[in-house]
Nanobody
């Protein structure tokens, strides 16, 4: 079972940037599809970006061209570089590891975009 811990959230002004990190422990992440999701209270959790080891990341249409997903399997870490942030990006961001129908989640990190 993999354990995930996110970091890097915070308060940023519109147009600003943040970089989220997700450190995995207990298991190597190379075999997992890793992803970032976000959730606003009252809404369903939505996929932001995801990728397999050595593959091309996929992005939600709302973040294409602004967010960059990356993973460093040697460091058991995935990242989400978020640029040109907008108020509608405000949410709790969760790291996810998926394998054979099983999902593992981090505790989430709050991202608030406000002036």
């Amino acid at each position: 079972q993999v354990q995930l811990v996110e970091s890097g959230g915070g308060l940023v002004q519109p147009g600003g940037s943040l970089r989220l990190s997700c450190l995995a422990s207990n298991r190597g992440i190379a075999i997992y599809t890793m992803g970032w999701y976000r959730q606003v209270p009252g809404n369903q959790r939505e996929l932001v970006a995801s990728g397999i080891s050595g593959g091309r990341p996929e992005y939600a249409d709302s973040v294409k061209g602004r967010f960059t997903f990356s993973r460093d399997d040697a460091k058991n870490t995935v990242y989400l570089q978020m640029d040109n942030l907008k108020p509608e990006d405000t949410a709790v961001y969760y790291c996810n590891a998926a394998l054979l129908g099983r999902d593992f989640w981090g505790q989430g990190t709050q991202v608030t975009v406000s002036s």
